[in-house]
């Protein structure tokens, strides 16, 4: 198995100029006072969010469809 290739800087900012701005989108709905690994963590949540709402938005008729727009106390009501 060969060794994998380093990254250039090229790549490296690439990467850094799309990861940045996502976490300083999370990074300030935070609250005060939560650290960098806080942070890391609630991104890969809202990051699991996002491909679930963007799978929602590719297949609106689909059978396994999430919404999370419905509330379990909207679904009893209708």
């Keep these: 198995m060969k060794p994998p290739k380093v990254l250039s800087v090229e790549e490296i900012t690439k990467a850094s100029d799309i990861f940045f701005p996502l976490f300083n989108t999370v990074r300030e709905k935070m609250p ?3 650290s960098v690994e806080d942070t890391l963590k609630v991104m ?3 990051c699991q969010v996002a491909i679930k709402l963007r799978t929602e938005a590719e297949n609106p008729a689909g059978f396994n469809k ?7 106390e909207s679904e009893s009501e209708e």
Excluded at 66 to 72: C, E, G, N, T
């Design 32 to 34: 005060d006072g939560s």
């Design 44 to 46: 890969e949540n809202v």
């Design 66 to 72: 999430i919404s999370f727009d419905q509330s379990p």
